[in-house]
């Protein structure tokens, strides 16, 4: 029995034989996203994170685009009373993302009216069409959206200077003035923040990363077998422990699923978060003894898996998750179990 070939590898092959740009593939990827709006169950949360380990494991500036438009989107759907117009745009080809992270001594705010300062670290720049950010308004912080086309902030490239995850067009933005019919305030002051979205939402960024670790393991086995390596017991057994360590994390990112909605939930995502990233730095090292100077070279395929996944596994606050499990360990929220 020949099986049919699955949606997404299809996609994935196409996007990078063809060199579709990151909005096309983006695009195209919405049209197969799993889950509309937040899980209702653990195997939703699964099937959707599956998705993005599998976006990971083939492309992570790819993944953490895709990523950010599944948060705005499930954000979007959870407080927006104008949720379904919104929606019909993403199936029309709007991109969404969130950009959060503040510019010191620029906070985005509302100034009489008008959209004033700006955001770091907005991933997305030039590609997206609608931004989701937090912004100081009169009723206190609040998420605004943001139509990038009617809106278009002004777009510092050169900060962006780094040596994995170029292609996530990762920017400064700022606004000077933006028109008031540009933007709009969803949900109430304090939604961005409300558990266990916030904190469990972290799940999926954990996922494309377990995927990176993945991709580290796929191109440690192609160079071996191109280069005739493979009959090298150190090579096997440092091929061994990569698959340990990209099955840890997967698992890692599996277990924590089957938790949706529970108690603990957050805790251990927290974990899990450690345990990938654990397994992410363990395999870095691996695959560079395995391949050598050979895969430090920019055209060798385990070159930009290799610094796009240094570069994303640096999410903020990682001693924060670590005093979060330990605590969660002392009040026997979390207990090892099998």
């Known amino acids: 029995m020949t099986l049919a070939p699955d949606p997404l590898d299809t996609l994935l092959a196409s996007a990078r034989a063809e060199a579709w740009s990151m909005a096309e593939t983006l695009r195209a990827l919405h049209g197969l996203l799993p889950v509309r709006g937040d899980p209702r169950d653990a195997a939703d949360l699964l099937t959707l994170l599956r998705m993005l380990y599998r976006i990971g494991r083939s492309d992570l500036p790819l993944a953490r685009l895709f990523e ?8 979007i759907g959870r407080y927006d009373d104008q949720a379904e117009s919104v929606l019909a745009t993403a199936a029309d080809g709007g991109l969404f993302g969130v950009w959060n992270a503040a510019i010191p001594d620029e906070p985005l705010r509302v100034a009489d009216t008008r959209l004033e300062g700006g955001k770091s ?3 997305g720049s030039g590609i997206l069409s609608h931004a989701l950010a937090g912004a100081d308004t009169p009723e206190g912080h609040r998420l605004v959206l943001i139509d990038l086309a009617a809106s278009a902030p002004e777009i510092d490239r050169d900060w962006w200077n780094v040596v994995g995850m170029e292609r996530s067009q990762t920017h400064m933005v700022r606004w000077h003035g933006a028109d008031p ?10 939604d961005y923040a409300r558990e ?12 494309c990363h377990a995927g990176g670790v993945a991709a580290l393991f796929d ?5 071996l077998v191109a280069t005739g390596r493979t009959g090298d017991p150190h090579q096997l057994g440092r091929l061994a422990d990569l698959y340990g360590a990209a099955d840890a994390a997967a ?4 277990s924590t699923a089957g938790h949706w909605g529970e108690a603990g939930f ?27 100077l050979s895969g430090m070279f920019v055209a060798h395929p385990l070159s930009a898996a290799m610094t796009d996944l240094m570069v994303y596994l640096r999410q903020p606050a990682p001693d924060a998750q670590r005093m979060r499990v330990g605590t969660a360990a002392v009040d026997a929220v979390l207990v090892p179990a099998l």
Do not use: K
Request: aromatic residues 8%; proline residues 3%.
């Open 68 to 75: 950010g438009h599944v948060d705005a989107l499930q954000i």
């Open 121 to 123: 670290f907005a991933s």
């Open 181 to 190: 019919a540009s933007f709009r305030t969803i949900g109430a002051p304090g």
């Open 196 to 207: 266990p979205y916030f904190s469990g939402g972290a799940l999926r960024f954990v996922a």
């Open 219 to 223: 191109h440690v086995r192609a160079h």
């Open 251 to 254: 698992a890692a990112v599996r």
């Open 266 to 292: 957050i805790e251990r995502v927290a974990a899990a978060r450690l345990a990938v990233a654990a397994a992410a730095e363990r395999a870095l090292l691996l695959a560079q003894q395995a391949v050598g």
